[in-house]
T-cell receptor
Framework: GAGVSQSPSNKVTEKGKDVELRCDPI?????LYWYRQSLGQGLEFLIY????????KSGLPSDRFSAERTGGSVSTLTIQRTQQEDSAVYLC???????????FGPGTRLTVL | AQSVTQPDIHITVSEGASLELRCNYS??????LFWYVQSPGQGLQLLLK??????LVQGIKGFEAEFKRSQSSFNLRKPSVHWSDAAEYFC?????????FGAGTRLTVKP
């Protein structure tokens, strides 16, 4: 089927506002990941969902960041009270089983003014 | 702690020339190793991966990489670069929520 999709593709917001970023993984993929990619940087791990297990939130940079995955499929990353340093591309990926190959979405570019 | 180093931030090669992108890693066990490519405005696409077995792995788009345990390296190579190869390349080590990505190497291809 289709690949990983993310929406919106671009988001411009004002400092202090909340934003929600959406990820639709590949159907049937049990694992879902969120990463942050800042300009000129590699990928920074944020959060990992695997099946019905408790998510690994160890990469979330502050308590302003949260994520949920409903029904084992769609995921939403929420950033509250956005700050300028939150400006980055947020990438979502999904994978299946033990293949370890992560399939990435096109990302959401977030700009906080 | 595991980590990945890509020593070259930016590389420029002429179209048709050979290419080698370097990747060094630090990992506590036998690693899973990956190379991804990111074109502008796109997500990452897997080029190739190494889990075990033959240390020379072939990938898509004519790329290959060689795992050298003694040097903790997993360098990416292509014998003849095409203009469409211009992109950002990321080396990664680990698996699942234990994946670590390098900072990337940006490849520019001169006509």
């Amino acid at each position: 089927g289709a690949g990983v999709s993310q929406s919106p593709s671009n988001k411009v917001t004002e400092k202090g506002k909340d934003v929600e970023l959406r990820c639709d993984p590949i159907s049937g993929h049990t694992a879902l990941y969120w990463y942050r990619q800042s300009l000129g940087q590699g990928l920074e791990f944020l959060i990992y969902f695997q099946g019905n297990s408790a998510p690994d939130k160890s990469g979330l940079p502050s308590d302003r960041f949260s994520a949920e995955r409903t029904g084992g499929s769609v995921s939403t990353l929420t950033i509250q009270r956005t700050q300028q340093e939150d400006s980055a591309v947020y990438l979502c990926a999904s994978s299946f089983g033990r293949t370890h190959e992560q399939f990435f979405g096109p990302g959401t570019r977030l700009t906080v003014l | 702690a595991q980590s990945v180093t890509q020593p070259d931030i930016h590389i420029t090669v002429s179209e048709g020339a050979s290419l080698e992108l370097r990747c060094n890693y630090s990992y506590g066990a036998t690693p899973y190793l990956f190379w991804y490519v990111q074109s502008p405005g796109q997500g990452l696409q897997l080029l190739l991966k190494y889990f075990s077995g033959d240390t020379l792995v072939q990938g898509i788009k004519g790329f290959e990489a060689e795992f050298k345990r003694s040097q903790s390296s997993f360098n990416l190579r292509k014998p003849s670069v095409h203009w469409s190869d211009a992109a950002e390349y990321f080396c990664a080590v680990g698996a699942d929520n234990d994946m670590r990505f390098g900072a990337g190497t940006r490849l520019t291809v001169k006509p």
